[in-house]
């Protein structure tokens, strides 16, 4: 299984203020995604990152406000910019495994609390 | 496009009895791949079960198997011998072969096991 360390695991940010969120595997993958879970409901992926080129966003998430970074086949950030409270949410990286369509593995998740 | 759906948004189950957590799918892919998770309050997703569209038999997993009836377009979990730590969210996902390689998720169930 790939082992994902995303950090930070949890912060309070005040409005208007941007956070970046890291994640690091331990092996290389071709593709990394991020998704958002808003309380109380399911995830929804918000892009997928590609090593070498832009991100792609989903309908709905645009790069301004989740700019994301993917330097190499390991690591990639998410930075959630000029935060309002209905960006709280808990926010998880996830890649796939060696076995390709059959693992999928999930970093720990950032709690983020907008005030 | 692809569809998740969990029709439970809670269930309650005796500590050792048996559970089936339902979950229906709609895609027009022949080749997908479902997936199980569960996430305890801390917010992680922990991978439990994965059941491909053209794998034979149910795919098990310790306590966790899943009843995938491809003509009925559903793949629910079952937990044996339920345990109080199995109290989580559970989500079932799915992600197809062509396209977007990111998971599609269903609303989730929340499981309380009771003493």
């Known amino acids: 299984s790939a082992v994902i360390s995303q950090k930070p695991s949890r912060d309070i940010c005040q409005r208007g203020t941007s956070l970046t969120i890291q994640c690091q595997v331990d092996?290389?993958?071709?593709?990394m995604f991020w998704y958002r879970q808003q309380p109380g409901q399911s995830l929804t992926l918000i892009a997928t990152?590609?090593?070498?080129?832009?991100?792609?966003?989903e309908s709905g998430f645009v790069i301004d406000k989740f700019p994301i970074s993917r330097p190499n086949l390991t690591f990639s950030t998410l930075t959630v910019s000029n935060m309002s409270p209905e960006d709280s949410s808990i926010y998880l990286c996830?890649?796939?495994?060696?076995?390709?369509?059959?693992?999928?593995?999930f970093g720990q998740g950032t709690r983020l609390t907008v005030v | 496009a692809q569809k998740i759906t969990q029709t439970q948004p809670g269930m309650f189950v005796q500590e050792k009895e048996a559970v089936t957590l339902d979950c229906t799918y709609d895609?027009?892919?022949?080749?997908?791949?479902l997936f199980w998770y569960k996430q305890p309050s801390s917010g992680e997703m922990i991978f439990l079960i994965y059941?491909?569209?053209?794998?034979?038999q149910n795919a098990t997993e310790g306590r966790y198997s899943l009843n995938f009836q491809k003509a009925r377009k559903s793949a629910n979990l079952v937990i044996s011998a339920s345990q109080l730590g199995d109290s989580a969210m559970y989500f079932c996902?799915?992600?197809?072969?062509?396209?977007?390689?990111?998971?599609?998720f269903g609303s989730g169930t929340r499981l309380q096991v009771q003493p």
């Open positions: 996902a799915m992600r197809e072969a062509t396209g977007r390689r990111a998971l599609t």
């Open positions: 996830s890649v796939a495994g060696r076995m390709g369509n059959t693992e999928a593995f």
């Open positions: 059941q491909g569209s053209y794998d034979q």
């Open positions: 990152a590609n090593q070498g080129s832009e991100a792609t966003y």
């Open positions: 092996s290389q993958v071709t593709m």
């Open positions: 895609t027009s892919d022949p080749s997908y791949g």
